[in-house]
């Protein structure tokens, strides 16, 4: 499945990127299982990406959490908790 | 409903006008404003940088304008957010209430506000003597919402 992946804030800059498509093995099919994949890349990934670390996801745009399932196409977000208004 | 997420600055005046004239129905606007503050826990706040997702930004502000909706018989509500960089006083954040009785536009109002600042998808970033940091959420922004839910649905741990 290919998915579009995004980062904001303090996850943004610790990761160095903003967004990236990316192809996933089949294994992977929620987005709690994209965020333990993507912490296998070690260094600022295991650890920006860590369990435990105060971490938000979004999965086409509404917040969700680490059960939900991937679709073809979606995008799939990582933040920290938002500090707006 | 109108849901604005923008750089540019906004006149309190010429919004609430807006929304008065566009219905004579309400005898009661609540107007709130987010305002950048010169302190932030103790530390003097320089210059501040508002980053936001768009796209769900303006989705999450949809979403929470019509959970008010849904429990308060609104006339019309407007929320208006900047992002980009800001300094002290600037403005932040209108939202706007109009309902037929005061008690209404508060509570609807102030529903918004709480909503806004766990469920939108906004970061503030401040520069202080320093340097840049990314301001950390606040414990009292999610305990603000408990008291919008149902005995049934709320949390003695968070």
Not at chain 1, 12 to 19: H, K, P
Not at chain 1, 59 to 75: I, K, P, S
Not at chain 2, 51 to 74: C, F, N, V
């Amino acid at each position: 499945m290919k998915i579009q992946l995004r980062f904001f804030a303090s996850v943004r800059e610790a990761l160095g990127v903003a967004d990236e498509a990316v192809q996933l093995p089949d294994s992977i099919v929620t987005v709690g299982d994209v965020r333990s994949w993507l912490r296998a890349r070690g260094g600022d990934w295991a650890e920006t990406l860590a369990e435990g670390r105060a971490l938000r996801m979004a999965c086409n745009h509404e917040m969700t959490g680490a059960g939900t399932r991937l679709t073809e196409g979606c995008e799939v977000a990582f933040f920290p908790p938002v500090t707006g208004g | 409903m109108t849901v604005k997420v923008q750089t540019e600055d906004f006149d309190l005046s010429t919004e609430a006008g807006a929304l008065r004239r566009a219905h004579p129905e309400a005898g009661a606007l609540a107007c709130f404003v987010g305002v950048v503050r010169d302190l932030n826990q103790g530390v003097a706040v320089s210059a501040m940088e508002l980053e936001h997702y768009p796209g769900m930004t303006e989705k999450s502000l949809d979403a929470i304008i019509e959970q008010a909706r849904a429990r308060w018989p609104i006339a019309d509500a407007l929320v208006i957010h900047r992002y980009g960089k800001l300094a002290p006083t600037d403005q932040i954040v209108l939202v706007a209430v109009a309902t037929a009785h005061r008690g209404d536009a508060f509570a609807a109002c102030e529903f918004i506000m709480d909503y806004l600042k766990t469920a939108a998808p906004f970061w503030k970033k401040e520069t202080t003597a320093d340097g840049a940091h990314w301001v950390d959420a606040r414990d009292t922004d999610a305990r603000a919402l408990e008291k919008w839910k149902s005995p049934g649905e709320q949390t003695s741990n968070k």
